[in-house]
């Protein structure tokens, strides 16, 4: 597949993008060459080749989860002894709304 110049001026100008003469030559050039890379991934026999997903296959890609609980939890005076402030077990902050 190639694009002529009328279809890359039309690009760029849904793409918002100004384009000098020399530069729509120029984009004409490399999108040509990407279509073409495209066009010979798609030679690529893929017939039997089961889809990826995440470098594992579909079937096995799970998430594996964690158990959720507490690892280093009942910490609060420790934490709360380099605060500034402190309202019993918690931050004490500056009024900010009137």
């Known amino acids: 597949m190639s694009l ?5 001026r039309r690009i760029a100008s849904l793409a918002r993008i100004r384009l000098d ?3 729509v030559q120029q984009a004409q050039a490399e999108i040509n060459g990407i279509l073409g890379w495209i066009e ?3 030679e690529v026999d893929t017939d039997g080749v089961e889809p990826m997903a995440g470098g594992s ?3 096995q890609a799970k998430a594996r989860l964690r158990p959720d609980v507490v690892t280093d939890g009942g910490q609060a005076d420790a934490i709360l002894a380099n605060a500034p402030d402190r309202q019993g077990e ?5 009024k900010v709304v009137e």
């Open 4 to 8: 002529d110049t009328a279809t890359i």
């Open 40 to 42: 010979q991934l798609q």
């Open 21 to 23: 003469d020399s530069e």
């Open 90 to 94: 918690y931050f004490g902050v500056p």
């Open 57 to 59: 296959p579909v079937a």
